[in-house]
């Protein structure tokens, strides 16, 4: 048998109580006592039924007689608490009984012992306080799902970031092995070279550079006071070739226009020595 309590509710939300009796009068007592109430009652005349009822229906409260015909009201919530753990149990019964219900509180397999004849008020607040219980501990077992989900994420985004991050090191570190092979290459040259940022300064000079020009200051230098004029001419227009003598010797110097990774504009001077001179 099923009332729901009010009818156009949803029942994937509306919370919902299961009354265990095995008295036609007590659940139909029961039932207009909470007529009123904002949740689904659902009914059953026995243990075994109740236990069907809650493999057909998702139950929040239960509230069961304790004297039964073949199943007491104890041995029904224990069954339920094994199957249904999430469920809020309460038994009705008389005091003759109080042992065995006080042995199955203690082992959890019911939440509170309501005396019969009941208090209808107590008995409508206590249902209430089951819910609101139960709300809690959907709610907490929910927010308790969301940490473990953004725990999840947040160690898969952290595995992520520790991967690209060891990616990034390694090209790091291949590219500063590159850039010391290219160095070591370029400071290895016959041909003196010298690097020029784009305010003139001289910012790089390889060995070869070093040597030829070891009577004129370079590095830090700007080219028209390391250089002859001309030099500071050619770095200003940003490309070109020219002859030029240097300490009585003579080159063929051209500029080339290098773009740097930070964007800049810098220029390579590449000297070589004229023959024909």
């Not at 109740?50 to 199943?71: F, T």
């Not at 080159?251 to 740097?260: E, L, N, Q």
Request: hydrophobic fraction near 45%.
């Amino acid at each position: 048998m099923t009332d729901t309590y009010p009818a156009d509710a949803d029942l994937s939300v509306t919370p919902t109580l299961l009354l265990v009796d095995d008295e036609d009068g007590i659940l139909s007592a029961l039932k207009r006592l909470l007529r009123r109430e904002a949740y689904q009652v659902l009914t059953a005349n026995g243990g075994q039924a109740g236990l069907d009822e809650l493999a057909r229906s998702r139950v929040d409260v239960i509230v069961s007689d304790q004297r039964m015909p073949g199943m007491s009201g104890v041995e029904f919530l224990r069954r339920a608490k094994d199957l249904y753990p999430d469920t809020v149990r309460i038994v009705l019964s008389g005091y003759a009984d109080l042992q065995s219900i006080t042995d199955a509180i203690n082992e959890g397999a019911i939440y509170k012992f309501l005396a019969k004849p009941w208090d209808d008020d107590m008995l409508k607040a206590e249902i209430e306080h089951a819910f609101r219980r139960k709300a809690l501990r959907d709610e907490s077992k929910r927010l308790s799902q969301q940490v473990q989900v953004a725990n999840a994420e947040l160690t898969r985004v952290n595995a992520l970031l520790q991967e690209a991050l060891t990616v990034q090191r390694q090209r790091a570190e291949l590219g500063e092995t590159a850039l010391t092979a290219v160095q070591q290459i370029v400071n290895c040259l016959p041909t003196p070279l010298l690097g020029v940022d784009s305010d003139g300064l001289v910012v790089f000079a390889n060995a070869a550079a070093t040597r030829c020009f070891a009577r004129r200051p370079l590095l830090g230098a700007f080219v028209a006071e390391a250089l002859p004029p001309a030099a500071a001419e050619l770095v200003a227009q940003g490309r070109g070739e020219i002859g030029m003598s240097i300490d009585d010797r003579s080159y063929r110097v051209s500029c080339h226009a290098v773009d740097s990774i930070m964007q800049q504009r810098g220029y390579l001077l590449i000297f070589v020595p004229d023959q024909t001179s």
